[in-house]
């Protein structure tokens, strides 16, 4: 499905001759990507992560601290 998307937005995007159904087409490609991308995906997003890290190391020193 990774390499199927981007090869079948290259042909249709070829074979449509209007600039406006052009850009239409690519917003489509676009919204569905984002939606597989949800769907499928099981990342989290990087500032989330990054705050527990911190909190889960502030807590280890402030603990650590107390001994």
């Known amino acids: 499905m990774a390499s199927a998307l981007p090869v079948l937005s290259i042909y249709a995007l070829t074979e449509i001759p209007s600039t406006e159904a052009r850009i239409g ?3 489509g490609f676009i919204i ?3 939606v597989l991308m949800g ?3 099981s990342a989290k997003r990087s500032e989330r992560s ?3 890290r911190l909190r889960l ?3 280890r020193s402030s ?3 107390a001994l």
């Open 63 to 65: 603990s650590s601290g």
């Open 50 to 52: 990054l705050q527990q």
């Open 39 to 41: 769907i499928l995906g």
């Open 32 to 34: 569905t990507f984002a």
């Open 57 to 59: 190391q502030q807590s």
């Open 25 to 27: 087409t690519t917003a």
